[in-house]
């Protein structure tokens, strides 16, 4: 199967899953209006397929891996709803639709947030059919990275730099907080469903690593160069909330060189696997994208 097969299927697989989680629920007014509104608007699906792709990758079925898919993005979507709110970014467009606080209004989008939050990890133990411990180290391994060790941290600390002058190491640790971390999760989350060994886990942690850093100067690079038909979003977002980004910190050019000594480096992680072309694959779809 090719990679645009495998992908297609992998993304159809986890938009089918999705569009279940909360069908036959009572409303309680318009909360779950206002979750499948973000959790259903799209997006490239990276992390569950991240998921998915890395329990293949060691031995797993991807059916027993789908709930954590579906966990992992229910939680990246509850941080894109609140990083879209007035008090963060204030952002009017998301994947080319309205921002949710745009549509239903600040009190019931934080709440919104808040309930896919939570319901990620009731869909992934009560969706789970692998061994409870197992399920339980995967999802400590997402709680982690959600959380104020990780995403959370990143988050705080973008809102920190705002109108301030960082470093490079300074703007790494953040992206590798806000962003790589949950991408580093998901895969890991997958290696484990699948009974991964610690080496496998380790390689792809590596992976995830490289790949998230070269995936957030690549959005860097757009917020610079893209436009909204293609990225879906208010370009020029950065420079509004004067931001330190790689881009002002190294310029475009040199940023793309970044990007592809990322890439490669990512690549080299996967060495010891038999078959990582669906990977190596993904990488070079992501770095490459133009929104």
């Not at 995830?208 to 959005?219: N, P, S, V, W």
């Amino acid at each position: 199967m090719s990679f645009t097969e495998q992908f297609s299927r992998d993304k159809e697989q986890i938009e089918a899953a999705l569009e279940n989680v909360f069908r036959g629920r009572p409303p309680h007014a318009d909360i779950y209006d206002a979750m499948n509104y973000s959790l259903l608007a799209g997006g490239k699906r990276i992390r569950p397929i991240l998921t998915l792709a890395a329990c293949r990758l060691c031995g797993g079925e991807t059916e027993t891996a789908l709930p954590f898919a579906c966990a992992v993005e229910m939680i990246h979507t509850y941080s894109l709803i609140h990083d879209d709110l007035p008090c963060m970014d204030d952002d009017e467009l998301r994947r080319g639709r309205p921002t949710n606080h745009t549509v239903y209004g600040e009190a019931t989008a934080v709440l919104a947030g808040d309930g896919l939050l939570t319901a990620a990890f009731e869909v992934a133990l009560t969706g789970s059919t692998i061994d409870p411990r197992r399920a339980i180290k995967a999802l400590a391994n997402l709680a982690y990275a959600a959380g104020a060790a990780g995403m959370v941290g990143g988050q705080a600390l973008d809102m920190a730099g705002e109108g301030r002058a960082l470093t490079v190491e300074d703007v790494e640790e953040l992206q590798q907080l806000k962003t790589g971390a949950l991408m580093t999760a998901a895969a890991e989350m997958g290696a484990i469903v699948a009974g991964a060994t610690e080496e496998q886990r380790m390689a792809l942690r590596k992976y995830t690593q490289k790949l998230g850093l070269a995936f957030q100067i690549r959005d860097d690079m757009l917020d610079v160069t893209g436009n909204v038909e293609e990225m879906g979003k208010t370009s020029g977002s950065d420079a509004k909330g004067e931001k330190t980004t790689f881009v002002t910190l190294k310029g475009l050019t040199e940023c793309g060189r970044m990007v592809e000594a990322l890439t490669r480096e990512a690549e080299e992680a996967l060495t010891g696997f038999e078959d990582p072309s669906y990977l190596i694959e993904l990488a070079h779809m992501l770095v490459g994208r133009t929104n």
